[in-house]
């Protein structure tokens, strides 16, 4: 089974910050990777999509990298802004278990005005 | 273009009564989700659909959960009798296929008394 982790599990940095959200797993073999944001009481909206095949995914101010051989991704947020708070959610899906999605716990992040 | 629709958003329900979530997906996703997520932690699969078929419900608990997806559109998920420890929220998801890009509806939050 793939276990996904993310650490930190909170973080709170001053707006206008650069900042790295990290997401490991245990299973290589992945199809895809996934990052969402979740804000309290919401559901999970899609930010970046990294297929097994690519490195990375820029969005904005978003980039997201995967590295299958280390088993990690990064989300690296530029220019952080208070709008930016929420619950970053990162989801694997695992070719041995027919693409299904597993997710790690999040990071939940602040920025401070 | 519509997201993925849930209802209802909120239910309060006493230990032993019967619910039922109602999820559509996004019109021409054949694969649609049905997702856990207690506080604190992120969603974990229950059932995933191909179209009308289960392809995958090994995490769905068979003795008080069921769910259908008739004519492979819209899904519901029935809890029956519901116990104190299914308070969560309830997350629905739909994509093109296994393993791509997922897209999730605003959830059901659950709370039974």
């Known amino acids: 089974k793939q276990e996904v982790t993310q650490i930190p599990a909170a973080l709170s940095v001053p707006e206008g910050e650069n900042l790295v959200l990290n997401c490991s797993f245990t299973d290589s073999a992945i199809y895809n990777l996934q990052w969402f944001r979740q804000d309290p009481g919401k559901g999970l909206t899609s930010l970046l999509l990294i297929q097994s095949s690519q490195r990375e995914q820029t969005s904005g101010r978003l980039n997201a990298s995967l590295d299958k051989s280390s088993g990690r991704s990064t989300l690296y947020i530029a220019a952080s802004q208070p709008g930016d708070s929420a619950t970053y959610l990162c989801?694997?899906?695992?070719?041995?278990?027919?693409?299904?999605?597993?997710f790690g716990t999040g990071t939940s992040l602040t920025v401070i005005p | 273009e519509a997201g993925v629709v849930q209802s209802p958003r909120y239910k309060i329900i006493e230990k032993k009564q019967p619910v039922a979530f109602w999820c559509n997906p996004i019109s021409g996703h054949n694969t649609l989700y049905w997702y856990l997520q207690n506080l604190g932690q992120g969603p974990e699969l229950l059932i995933r659909y191909e179209n009308e078929e289960a392809v995958d419900d090994s995490q769905l608990p068979k003795d008080r959960f069921s769910a259908e997806r008739l004519k492979g559109v819209d899904s519901t998920l029935k809890i029956q009798p519901a116990e104190l420890g299914d308070s969560a929220v309830y997350l629905c998801?739909?994509?093109?296929?296994?393993?791509?890009?997922?897209?999730f509806g605003p959830g059901t939050r659950l709370t039974v008394l």
């Open positions: 989801a694997v899906s695992s070719r041995g278990t027919g693409n299904q999605f597993y």
């Open positions: 998801a739909s994509s093109t296929a296994g393993g791509n890009e997922q897209f």
